[in-house]
Every structure is written in structure tokens, then in C-alpha cells.
């Protein structure tokens, strides 16, 4: 054996005896009412319970002395309170935490069960263990500094090694065994630190010594455990003494000279294999083990991000322990937008709401926005951010996803990070968002991150992904790692200000989209959430608008109520954006608490809209009759009547809802649908062989071949796609319908337990075919996609939230054959003659689909995936999707595909005329606009005092608006937090505004 080995042993028992030292007082708290206290319970004791459903359990120490710390080994979660005041919470993970109690002695939990696997419909809760310790801080911390320290040394070359373990050993040479009957200490010592079970993958300490556990099963704690070898007092003195002695020791030894922050920071899901029911009860947890951690430890500095979680924390009474640590500097809240969202699937509006809403909470509960966005966890980041994060105010964003690409290496690890428009934001890697606070996990990070980098190593240290928080261990041992001086531009506590300036000092460049090489699936993933999600936005998008509506054409200036229920509504909007709901990779039981969250909160929307817009009709002079109400920035024609741009129009009849041209030729193995725009001829194999627009031809093969795919990535299932699943495929035999007298063609296809319907629809005057594919899915582990051969190209435009993207299409370098499946918003336009800003080709839209494979002369459709884990049920049942195929030949591609999608997404709406009579005309545009800028929201003000305009340029060229309003404003140019920026006119009713290449601007509009 190495005699290294022999060393790091003896300094293990050493420093669990100087530890052991330390505990000065322990009290089993082995009977525990329950509920109302009409019941009781020993522990251990263990019981099935429904998962997440919380009972309440509780203790009166009787007669006790002082302590500081209660460990609790629970099956499940529980929320801890002392006294009624709630001082942390304890999980799988974390099971010691800290209390700065005194003589406290009435011990609540808030017990419920973990639901930890996936689908699990039964689950367990129990208390296996219970005990309050009295603890000496600093024994404990120097003893974890140790263990710390001798586990590194045996990693480190010979001399190094040699020298670390040496003074070690030295240092301890006055900590003496503890004798009969003091093992309860040593006992007491294992429980704080592995607990009673020890089989809890743990951060907080090597692993336990055999040994030492069967003392503490030996021992026990039987009534009264005698009074301890030494004081208080002179325990401190030893541990000092020892401290001391390490530093002597080590006085030189540097392991890395690098700059580094280290920030406690526990990263919490919204939802993932847990509903956003449970997330109250994590997010009490996470923020208590927070604040306790801060209070008794001091030195560090925390940080906790997404003011969703901080809003749960304030209903669980948390607030002002919150603030009293953010004031105090300990607590740094960060993140900005409302939760980490996805940033592909949402529309812009969605994004800058995100950040809307988050920055608005930060400021009137916590008083001050924050100043650096966590976007951690989120799957790629689409490249309006900068833009977006810029004009809320924050300065700089932490992420990281990036360290999990599969095919290439990202590059940097700081970089300033410019937007489509131009802007830049500092960016910063955090190599890990759940590091141990130890110094292998350290040196490990630095390795990682890069050593010779000028910039800071961020490292974040907690519990995280579930919550949790950090442990008093970790802070601890941070703090003893700060003051030995082995790493001298270590910082453990930092002001908001610093932290913030460090990290804005980048070193690399990147322009444009942060593409994740991992997790290719989530585009497709749950089409259920997804759909509710997208009918949801429109919905708010359109109520929002009318509700502005209302009070620029003083129809009705006091909104103020339907502006606050639509907060309401956009705060569950904007949490099933989270990029674990809306991507379709959390559990069943997530997915369908979304789904019925969604679907309510679509139902609320769509009878406040309904309201408004009978509120409106109501003005409107006529008598009867039916009114159609457009919210887009041009005429749209429904059932062959135009409509005005920002308007409405009153019509005698119903408009004609079919819209299909019902004239279907057929001649031999061909079928026929045409319009004055386009014509389209199907096989009777249901195969597209030819789409012409303008003359042009745009398909160059037989297409939207419907192909199954094996799909069966090694791991993360909902999440991915797997490259090799594309080489292989089943081609579905298709067969024709019946057409008879129909407006649309239709086909049929079986896979196995599993069907696939295929329709077309070419609408009258309309620039589009529309295919539906209907599926009855029952084979899970597979991927649906429909393939179209296109003529060669050697890029494609896919939009981005407020904007689109140029990517090359060409397999020519790793970086491309990394990106086999690509994320759009709601369109793709593949163009067909070449050149730099091609306007033939063809555009694909869906509102509810987000992902396809892109590759020179083909475009593969991804249509359904049917994944096992983490939700069996994500794609088994009944599904139907819709895509919109757009020939275009002539008309800029980016605008036009932006209209058409914007027509699709949020659509019209049609209500019967109420009343006889009104002052509005029968006809006629509320506002009237020129250009190709997009208005794409139109929204009460934050503090309902005006109207706010977000309106982009979808040309990427630079654009042009004139805005012509009903009555006399002040306009001001705004930001997204909506800030009176700059004042542009007064007392006026028209503006023309000039927009760079992919600008968003944001307008107050105060009404006179």
C-alpha cells in the first residue's frame, strides 16, 4: 500500500475525531404527532402517499439544551420550521441544516412525498432518523477543510502530494481519540455528515469509513447523551490551534493563481420530472437553505435567479428574510426574465413579456432589477437576445448548455455576444451550475474552463436541477478554502457590482445563434403542451391588442381590471415557456398539470376577448349582422371580403368559413388543385410532384414522403434526436381516399399498431397549400418526418423570435453536420435560384411544429416523435398537425413568410353584431400604418396609464413604419421595461420611425 494512502487514512479518523470534538450536545427526536396531533408517530416509520401531498408533522424538544442544527433523514421532502419560523428544508440530497435557534423547541415539518420517478403515481414519505445537535462551526469546518484537502492531495503529483499530507498529519497531532463513553460524539459526527443510512449520494464529505458507521449504529442515542470531553471554548481553541498549523504548513503552496468567483447558487426547475404543484414546496426549500446558509456563515455570497421561484418563496412568507439578505449584500438576485425559458419555440413578444415581467417583479418587490440574466439550462439561445436582454437592462448573461455539445467544442468561455441587430452583450460559460464547493470539483472547473484565461472561473456550487440550495458544509469549507490562501484571487463574497464588472470583461467574439449540438428533439416534443401553448399566445397577443384598442379609440379608457387578468394569464404563459414544459422533456405528471393550467387560462382568455370585442361591435353602427375584427398591420381577406389593417368589418352573413377551392382534377395517376397563385399535382401515392408559383417551378422530386425513423437515443430520450435514426427509415405506403365532391385530397398509411392520414388543401386566393397529417401513434421509440426534394441551395432561412437566420445548409464541416435538425419559430424559406437575397423558392409554416432536417436539396419535416422517458404518454394517442407550404416567387421571402405566419399563429375573429347602433363606422382601420415594420403587439401599459407598441423590422434590410393614430398622444421611445426613454412627439397623431436591419423598438404612447 502506498504510504500515501496510509496517511490520507489517518488524517480521515483524525479529522472526524477533531470534528466528533465539536459536538457538544444531541437530542433524538424520536415521537412526532401528526396533522392535528390527534395522531402520532414513531420513527422510523415509512408509508405509501400520493406524491406531492404535504401533511404536517411536528416535535416539542422538552427541556433541551442548546443547538444549532437539526439532521433529518427523510423519505420524500420536507419543509422545516422551528418555532414557526421556517429555517430550511431537507430532501434526498441535503439532510443537516442549520439552525440559529438557541433553546428553540417546537420542530414542524411539512413532510410530502418526493414522486422522484418519472410516472410514479405512488410514492413514499417517512422520517427514518431525527436528531437536534449543538455544533462547534469551526471544528466542523476545519475537520471538512481536511477531509477536502487529503482527498485532493492523492490526485497530485508525488512531492506536492507528499508535503499536503505531511503537514496534515502534523497539524492534527493534538486531536485526541475520543474514550468510552463519548463514542455518541463520534456517532453524532457521522449522522451530520452521512446520515443515518448513508446511502445518499452526497457533495458534502468523502465517503464514509465503515467503521464510523457501525459506531453510529451501534451507539445510538438513548435518553440523555452525556456531557462532552471538552467545552465549547476549548474546542475552539483546538480547532485554531489546528488551523494555524495548516496554514504554517502549507505557507506557499499555491494551487492555481487563476481569478475565480465562487457563488452559491441553486438552480430550480419550474417543472420537469415534478408539476409545478410540487415547485412551491422546492422553491420554500431551496430559498430557506439559502438565507439560513447566508446567516450563519456570513462570508459568502449567494445568488438565486427567476422571480417565479422568488413570487412562491414571497406566498410561502419568505419575502422579507429575502430581502433582509439581498440588502445586507448576501444575496444577489439574478436571472431578469421570468423563468429560464426555451428561445426558439415562443414568439419574440413572449421573450420580451419573459423579461417584462421578471425585471417588473424584481423592482416593486425586491427593489432593484437585476443586472445578470441565467439562462444556465436553456436549450441554445436564439440570436435576438442580446437585443432583448440589452434593453431591459441587464449587462451580462451566465449560461452554459454549450459544454454539452456532441460534435463540436464550443470555443470560448467568454465572449461578447452580438445580436442580429448589432448589439452586444458580454457572455460568461459557467462550466458547472451544481459544483460540490470542493477543491478537486475546483481544480477540476479551472481545467475546464481554462487556466491561462484573463477572465474569471464563475463557480457555482448548491444542490440544483430539483432545488435544494447549498449546504452549510459547502459555505463552510468555501470559506475555509478562501482563508488558506490556496487559491489568492479566490472570491467567496463579492458585491452585485463587482461580480457584474468582472464577468463584462470578456475575451472571444460570437455573432448570431447559440446552437445546443444536444437535445435536437425538443423542437417536436409534446405537440399537446405545444399546441396549447401557441393558442394561448394568440389569444393574449389579440387580447392585449383589443384591449389597447379600447383605449386608443376611447371606445373605454378604464381597462384596468382586463389589463391586470391579463398579467394573470401571461405569468402561465410565460412559466410553461420554461424550457423543460414548452420543449416536451419533463415527467407525465408535469406535462399534464401544463396542459390543464393552459387550457384553462386559454378558456379565461378567450371569454375576456369575446367581451371585449361584443364591447366593441356594440359601437359599431349597424343593426345585426356579424363583425370580423383583424389585428394585423394589413388587409386580410376572409370568405372573399377584405378587411381592414388594424380594423374590422361588419358583413350581413357569417363569413364563408371553406375556403378550400373544391375543384380536385383527376387524370391518371395525377391529381390536380390550382388557384390564381399556385398549382399543385399529387400522385395517387399521395406524393407531391409538382408545385408551381408564378411559372416557377419549386419542387424538383417527388415529396412530403412520409418516412418512420427508429429513434432510440442512448440516453435523454424527449430531448433528442439521434443522428443514426435519419440513415435509417420506412417509407408508409400511401394510400388515395375517397375525393368524391371533396374540398381536399386524402390518404392513409399504416405502421404497425399505428396510422397516418395525410390531407391537401389548396385554399381559394390564397398563396399556400395546406397538408394536415392525422395520426393514431401507438409505437413509441419513433420519429415521423416528411421529406421534400428541393432543388440544390446552399443556405435557408429559418425566423427567430423578432428576426430570422441565414444557416448554411451545406454538410461541408463538422459545425453543419452537427445541426442535422434545426429549430425554427413558425417558418422556413428554402430558395431555389441562388444569390444573396433570393426571392423564388418555398416557405413551410407551423405554429406548432419547431424542427427540421435541412441538408442541400432537401428538407425533412419533423412531424411526430414518440419518446419513452421521461413521459411515456408524450407522443401515444391521437394527434393532428397542420403545415402551410408557401411558393413564393417574386415577393420578398422574409415578409412575406412573417405575414402569412403571423395570419396563421393569431388569426381573426368573427362575433355577432350586439345593439342597434353606435358611433364607429361599418368599415373601417383604427390605426392606420405604411411600411414593411411589424407591429407585433400592441399592449396596456405596466402602469395602465398609456398603450406600448413593440414593433420590429422583419426584412433584416432595415424598414420604414408610418403610424397614424385615431387622437392626439405623447409618444416616447420606450424599452421593454418600459422606461420613458426618449420623448419623440407631443400632441400628435402621426409618427414615422425608422427601423436598422433587424431593430426592435418599443413605444409608450400616452393618450391626451
Known amino acids: 500500500m502506498a504510504p500515501e494512502l496510509h496517511e490520507y487514512r489517518r488524517i480521515y479518523r483524525l479529522s472526524v475525531?477533531?470534528?466528533?470534538?465539536?459536538?457538544?450536545?444531541?437530542?433524538?427526536?424520536?415521537?412526532?404527532?401528526?396533522?392535528?396531533?390527534?395522531?402520532?408517530?414513531?420513527?422510523?416509520?415509512?408509508?405509501?402517499?400520493?406524491?406531492?401531498?404535504?401533511?404536517?408533522?411536528?416535535?416539542?424538544?422538552?427541556?433541551?439544551?442548546?443547538?444549532?442544527?437539526?439532521?433529518?433523514?427523510?423519505?420524500?421532502?420536507?419543509?422545516?420550521?422551528?418555532?414557526?419560523s421556517i429555517v430550511g428544508g431537507v430532501d434526498y440530497f441535503i439532510k443537516t441544516i442549520p439552525c440559529n435557534t438557541g433553546k428553540g423547541s417546537l420542530v414542524e415539518l411539512e413532510l410530502q412525498s418526493g414522486g422522484s420517478e418519472p410516472w410514479t403515481h405512488q410514492s413514499l414519505r417517512g422520517i427514518i432518523d431525527a436528531v437536534?445537535?449543538?455544533?462547534?462551526?469551526?471544528?466542523?469546518?476545519?475537520?471538512?477543510?481536511?477531509?477536502?484537502?487529503?482527498?485532493?492531495?492523492?490526485?497530485?503529483?508525488?512531492?506536492?502530494?507528499?508535503?499536503?499530507?505531511?503537514?496534515?498529519?502534523?497539524?492534527?497531532?493534538?486531536?485526541?481519540?475520543?474514550?468510552?463513553?463519548?463514542?455518541?460524539?463520534?456517532?453524532?459526527?457521522?449522522?451530520?455528515?452521512?446520515?443515518?443510512?448513508?446511502?445518499?449520494?452526497?457533495?458534502?464529505?468523502?465517503?464514509?469509513?465503515?467503521?464510523?458507521?457501525?459506531?453510529?449504529?451501534?451507539?445510538?442515542f438513548l435518553g440523555e447523551c452525556p456531557g462532552p470531553r471538552m467545552g465549547e471554548a476549548e474546542v475552539l481553541g483546538l480547532a485554531r490551534r489546528v488551523w494555524d498549523s495548516i496554514i504554517e504548513g502549507l505557507e506557499g503552496l499555491v494551487l492555481s493563481g487563476s481569478e475565480i468567483y465562487a457563488l452559491a447558487h441553486s438552480h430550480l426547475d419550474v417543472a420537469w420530472l415534478w408539476p409545478f404543484k410540487s415547485t412551491r414546496h422546492k422553491a420554500l426549500r431551496t430559498f430557506a437553505n439559502m438565507v439560513s446558509v447566508l446567516k450563519r456563515v456570513g462570508i459568502v455570497t449567494g445568488g438565486l435567479d427567476s422571480p417565479q421561484n422568488y413570487k412562491l418563496a414571497e406566498e410561502g412568507g419568505l419575502l422579507e428574510s429575502i430581502k433582509s439578505e439581498v440588502s445586507k449584500g448576501r444575496l444577489i438576485p439574478l436571472g431578469g426574465l421570468w423563468v429560464e425559458p426555451?428561445?426558439?419555440?415562443?414568439?419574440?413578444?413572449?421573450?420580451?413579456?419573459?423579461?417584462?415581467?421578471?425585471?417588473?417583479?424584481?423592482?416593486?418587490?425586491?427593489?432593484?432589477?437585476?443586472?445578470?440574466?441565467?439562462?444556465?439550462?436553456?436549450?441554445?439561445?436564439?440570436?435576438?437576445?442580446?437585443?432583448?436582454?440589452?434593453?431591459?437592462?441587464?449587462?451580462?448573461?451566465?449560461?452554459?448548455?454549450?459544454?454539452?455539445?456532441?460534435t463540436t467544442k464550443f470555443p470560448l468561455r467568454s465572449f461578447a455576444w452580438t445580436g442580429l441587430d448589432g448589439s452586444q452583450i458580454p457572455a460568461h460559460v459557467a462550466v458547472t451550475y451544481d459544483g460540490g464547493a470542493t477543491l478537486t470539483d475546483l481544480v477540476r472547473n479551472l481545467e475546464l474552463h481554462g487556466e491561462a484565461s484573463k477572465n474569471p472561473l464563475l463557480y457555482l456550487y448548491s444542490y440544483g436541477d430539483g432545488g435544494g440550495g447549498p449546504t452549510?458544509?459547502?459555505?463552510?469549507?468555501?470559506?475555509?478554502?478562501?482563508?488558506?490562501?490556496?487559491?489568492?484571487?479566490?472570491?467567496?463574497?463579492?458585491?452585485?457590482?463587482?461580480?457584474?464588472?468582472?464577468?463584462?470583461?470578456?475575451?472571444?467574439?460570437?455573432?448570431?445563434?447559440?446552437?445546443?449540438e444536444y437535445h435536437r428533439g425538443v423542437y417536436s416534443s409534446d405537440?399537446?403542451?405545444?399546441?396549447?401553448?401557441?393558442?394561448?399566445?394568440?389569444?393574449?397577443?389579440?387580447?392585449?391588442?383589443?384591449?389597447?384598442?379600447?383605449?386608443?379609440?376611447?371606445?373605454?379608457?378604464?381597462?384596468?381590471?382586463?389589463?391586470?387578468?391579463?398579467?394573470?394569464?401571461?405569468?402561465?404563459?410565460?412559466?410553461?415557456?420554461?424550457?423543460?414544459?414548452?420543449?416536451?422533456?419533463?415527467?407525465?405528471e408535469a406535462s399534464e398539470y401544463s396542459q390543464k393550467e393552459l387550457m384553462n387560462a386559454l378558456k379565461t382568455c378567450s371569454n375576456e376577448l369575446g367581451s371585449i370585442l361584443s364591447l366593441i361591435s356594440r359601437r359599431i353602427n349597424g343593426t345585426g349582422g356579424f363583425v370580423v375584427f383583424n389585428p394585423h398591420g394589413w388587409n386580410i381577406e376572409v370568405g372573399g371580403r377584405a378587411i381592414p389593417m388594424h380594423g374590422y368589418s361588419l358583413l350581413k352573413e357569417p363569413p364563408n368559413q371553406e375556403t378550400a377551392d373544391p375543384a380536385i382534377k383527376e387524370t391518371g395517376k395525377l391529381f390536380y388543385l390550382s388557384n390564381r397563385m399556385a398549382s399543385v399535382e399529387v400522385d395517387t401515392r399521395g406524393l407531391i410532384r409538382s408545385i408551381k408559383a408564378g411559372g416557377t417551378e419549386i419542387i424538383s422530386g417527388p415529396s412530403n414522403r412520409v418516412r418512420v425513423h427508429p429513434n432510440r437515443p442512448g440516453e435523454f430520450d424527449a430531448w433528442e434526436i439521434d443522428y443514426t435514426s435519419l440513415l435509417k427509415g420506412y417509407d408508409l405506403a400511401m394510400e388515395a381516399l375517397d375525393t368524391t365532391g371533396g374540398a381536399r385530397l386524402s390518404f392513409r398509411a399504416y405502421f404497425r399498431d399505428s396510422s397516418i392520414?395525410?390531407?391537401?388543401?389548396?385554399?381559394?386566393?390564397?398563396?399556400?397549400l395546406?397538408?394536415?397529417?392525422a395520426l393514431e401513434w401507438s409505437d413509441e421509440g419513433y420519429l415521423v418526418k416528411s421529406w421534400f426534394q428541393l432543388p440544390p441551395s446552399h443556405e435557408a432561412l429559418f425566423e427567430v423570435p423578432f428576426g430570422f437566420v441565414r444557416r448554411s445548409i451545406d454538410e461541408n464541416s463538422y459545425h453543419n453536420m452537427g445541426r442535422f435538425e434545426l429549430p425554427f419559430t413558425r417558418w422556413i424559406f428554402y430558395p431555389i435560384n441562388g444569390g444573396e437575397y433570393t426571392r423564388a423558392g418555398i416557405g413551410f409554416i407551423s405554429t406548432t411544429r419547431h424542427g427540421a432536417s435541412v441538408t442541400r436539396g432537401t428538407i425533412g419535416l419533423t412531424v411526430h416523435l414518440a419518446p419513452t422517458f421521461p413521459n411515456p404518454h408524450n407522443g401515444v394517442g391521437r394527434f393532428h398537425y397542420k403545415y402551410l407550404l408557401v411558393p413564393l416567387n417574386g415577393k420578398d421571402p422574409a415578409v412575406e413568410m412573417a405575414r402569412i405566419a403571423r395570419e396563421e399563429h393569431i388569426g381573426f375573429n368573427v362575433v355577432e353584431k350586439l345593439g342597434k347602433g353606435g358611433e364607429l363606422p361599418a368599415r373601417g382601420s383604427i390605426i392606420r400604418q405604411e411600411g414593411d415594420a411589424i407591429i407585433e403587439s400592441l399592449k396596456p401599459s405596466w402602469d395602465l396609464e398609456g398603450v406600448v407598441a413593440r414593433i420590429y423590422d422583419p426584412t433584416g434590410r432595415g424598414s420604414t413604419m408610418k403610424l397614424k393614430l385615431p387622437s392626439k398622444a405623447t409618444i416616447y421611445e420606450s424599452n421593454i421595461v418600459e422606461d420613458k426613454v426618449e420623448l419623440l412627439k407631443k400632441d400628435a397623431q402621426e409618427l414615422e420611425l425608422i427601423l436598422s436591419p433587424f431593430e426592435i423598438k418599443t413605444l409608450y404612447i400616452k393618450l391626451e
Not at 185 to 202: C, E, F, M, T
Not at 500 to 513: K, M, Y
Not at 770 to 773: A, R
Request: aromatic fraction near 8%.
Open 472 to 516: 452549510v458544509f459547502m459555505a463552510l469549507r468555501m470559506k475555509k478554502i478562501w482563508e488558506s490562501g490556496l487559491f489568492p484571487r479566490l472570491h467567496v463574497s463579492m458585491t452585485e457590482s463587482d461580480l457584474t464588472a468582472r464577468l463584462r470583461a470578456v475575451e472571444g467574439r460570437w455573432h448570431g445563434e447559440i446552437y445546443n
Open 132 to 220: 437536534a445537535l449543538g455544533v462547534v462551526d469551526e471544528a466542523l469546518a476545519v475537520a471538512l477543510f481536511i477531509l477536502d484537502l487529503a482527498k485532493l492531495a492523492l490526485g497530485l503529483d508525488k512531492d506536492r502530494s507528499s508535503h499536503i499530507l505531511s503537514s496534515l498529519l502534523d497539524s492534527l497531532e493534538h486531536v485526541r481519540v475520543l474514550p468510552p463513553p463519548r463514542e455518541w460524539q463520534l456517532a453524532a459526527s457521522y449522522k451530520l455528515l452521512h446520515g443515518s443510512r448513508s446511502v445518499s449520494p452526497k457533495k458534502d464529505a468523502p465517503d464514509p469509513r465503515w467503521d464510523h458507521g457501525l459506531v453510529s449504529r451501534t451507539v445510538g
Open 527 to 588: 405537440p399537446r403542451v405545444k399546441g396549447l401553448f401557441s393558442s394561448l399566445e394568440a389569444c393574449l397577443l389579440k387580447l392585449d391588442y383589443w384591449l389597447s384598442i379600447l383605449k386608443i379609440a376611447r371606445i373605454q379608457e378604464n381597462i384596468d381590471g382586463a389589463a391586470r387578468r391579463s398579467k394573470s394569464l401571461w405569468e402561465i404563459l410565460l412559466r410553461s415557456a420554461f424550457h423543460d414544459i414548452v420543449t416536451g422533456s419533463s415527467s407525465r
Open 342 to 406: 426555451d428561445t426558439w419555440t415562443p414568439t419574440g413578444e413572449t421573450l420580451a413579456r419573459e423579461l417584462l415581467h421578471g425585471q417588473k417583479y424584481y423592482e416593486e418587490k425586491i427593489g432593484r432589477r437585476a443586472r445578470i440574466a441565467m439562462l444556465l439550462d436553456t436549450f441554445g439561445l436564439s440570436p435576438q437576445l442580446p437585443q432583448l436582454l440589452n434593453s431591459a437592462g441587464l449587462e451580462v448573461v451566465i449560461t452554459h448548455k454549450m459544454m454539452w455539445n456532441d
Open 770 to 773: 395546406q397538408i394536415e397529417y
Open 757 to 768: 392520414e395525410v390531407f391537401y388543401t389548396l385554399p381559394v386566393n390564397k398563396p399556400f
Open 17 to 84: 475525531d477533531l470534528m466528533s470534538h465539536g459536538v457538544q450536545s444531541c437530542y433524538t427526536l424520536d415521537r412526532w404527532s401528526r396533522g392535528d396531533g390527534s395522531k402520532e408517530a414513531s420513527i422510523p416509520f415509512l408509508e405509501r402517499s400520493e406524491p406531492w401531498v404535504s401533511e404536517r408533522f411536528s416535535h416539542r424538544i422538552e427541556g433541551a439544551g442548546e443547538w444549532n442544527y437539526l439532521h433529518l433523514d427523510v423519505e420524500g421532502t420536507a419543509l422545516v420550521r422551528v418555532d414557526g
